[in-house]
């Protein structure tokens, strides 16, 4: 769009442009400037239009943006401009992810290297591979207290072992997602210790106070992130005499966005691993990016503001790099870092998709998909050129973070569901053979969260200490049932290292006094590779679940309709222990998938005379696309066998 104000100040800075900069061919680089600097000038201004040094702080913005476009690698230029003009190539239903932390899989980044083909075995096209940036021994938050934003961490290799990786990668047409923790840093980082050294410059990077006033007024509406082992929002330093304020762990620094040093830092650091060849970037902690006094300091209007400032900066040097939103916040909120009123996302292209993931858990423990039903019905629709990341797993806990008023709606009370969920999942529920651990208690408001591996939480631990090969069975179906709706959803699905063959609990972590009192440690395991080879042994638990997947991941890759266009209907049935939903297809006379999924210990029944239903399978010869055989039918109904699910379709 032309506006005056800001295109002339766009002129003065391509005037004022450091020589080294203007020498250069950028035309690719001026045309996307031009093209979103209303934009950027907007949002940059709402941010810091009150600064007196505004115009300086954006002419740094597009130089910080210039030299890392000249810095691309001309493979990764073409790369972007490809993605230009396919630009719902991430909509595909061809991908698949898988997310890992680089020491638990593989050693090091060399080791993982070696292991591509595990992934292509599997059918695994989007790696995320968890933090890899340099922390500190001990406190380091699994990865997420960076002391290095620029280096990749020594005891898993060298920024050279990235770079070689993600060439082999390209050539290999697999996805690289790498993280970049906004929010904060390590206090190990130099812009910490600057800071505790009384370098003002840097004080100004981070929230300090000196005293506990402003501390307090904060307190008294910001939650606790990590009640039992961080409690509080802020932490005492000694060196400076000051409060910092640390959401997370008291050893992670809250960055200072009102700075917008800060932002044109942070900015500089997501091009830098773009440019190393990230093809994702994930973006940790989003919804805490502004804090407010008087506010929870999360999913504040001006957290999207700095969003939209970074897709929109982004999209100047490196149009093809996507970004994921971690924001693990209320089913509302979740959806809102698409960017809202839009039809291509505004801030970031993919989500983790947290309340799916959180209801899949609720249908294992109450056998009934009436609140997955209702709280996927109650959100809103999301943007069009915009995906999911949907998952069963992750490295952190599973919150039960839906919505209050769904948990009514579906005749529960709030408090007492939760309760039950946590009981179930943690072994204090006489009829679960679940063993996860809790997580995050806090004594104050009485919330918990899950720790634990899939294996562990759907029964397989507990089936294999009892050699029980019926329960063997059971949890063996739940792992795959998750696993055929989040493969089906509409979205990426992220599965996680080890769960494709069944990996239980770790216990190890409780020998390591930096990880003994966080209980996600128990899901972060080393993979065993002897045991990973028991994948190709028939009848072993691994190989039920890896063939099993690896069929699951083949077959979603075919399917068309399983693409993400908001291409989905949820269907209301009376049986309130199945979940439906159709995947329709865009383009006529191709044919639309019926999925169903049985969370009930016993085989249920589908009334196929919905309207809906009727639509997919309308010509009487119902095939499952998974296994290829036509389902058990009994009069007019369709036939479910206990945990099981249905990929359906009708050819004429
Ligand atoms: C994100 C990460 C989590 C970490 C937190 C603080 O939520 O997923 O593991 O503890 O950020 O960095």
Redesign the pocket.
Known sequence: MYEQVSHSLLNEILIKLNPEIKQQELRYFYTRLGANFYAIYSLFHVLYGERNDFEEQALKLVETMARQYIARPEKLKQQDIEREKDHNWFLSQKWVGMALYTDGFASNLKGLHKKLYYFQELGINMIHIMPILQCPEGKS?????VSDFRRVDNRIGRNEDLHALSEELQKRDILLTL?V?V??TSNEHEWAKKARQGDKKYQDYYYLFDNREIPDMFEETMPE??PETAPGNFTWNEEMQKWVMT???NF?WDLNYSNPAVFIEMLDIILFWSNQGADIIRL??VAFLWKKIGSTCQNEREAHLILQLMKDCCQVTAPGVLFIA?A?VAPIEIIKYFGEDAINAKECEIAYNATFMALLWDAVATKNAKLLYQGLRSLPDKLERATWLNYVR???DIGLGFDDADIRAVGSEPHQHRKFLIDYYTGNYADSSARGLPFGHNHKTGDARISGSLASLTGLQAALQNNDSQQIDQAIKHILLLHSLILSFGGIPLLYYGDEIGTLNDCDFLNDEHKANDT?WTHRPKINWDKAELRHQSGSVESRIFNALKKMIAVRKEISAFADFNNREFIHVENPHLFVFTRFNLHLGSNGVLVVANFDAHPQYLDLNDPSIKSILCYGHTTDLYSGDSPAMFKDQLVIPPYHFYWLTDQK
């Open positions: 938050d699994g990865g997420y207290a993280d923790v929010n904060h992130i990590f959401v997370f762990n992670q940790d902690a971690e693990i992750c490295h952190d996600r």
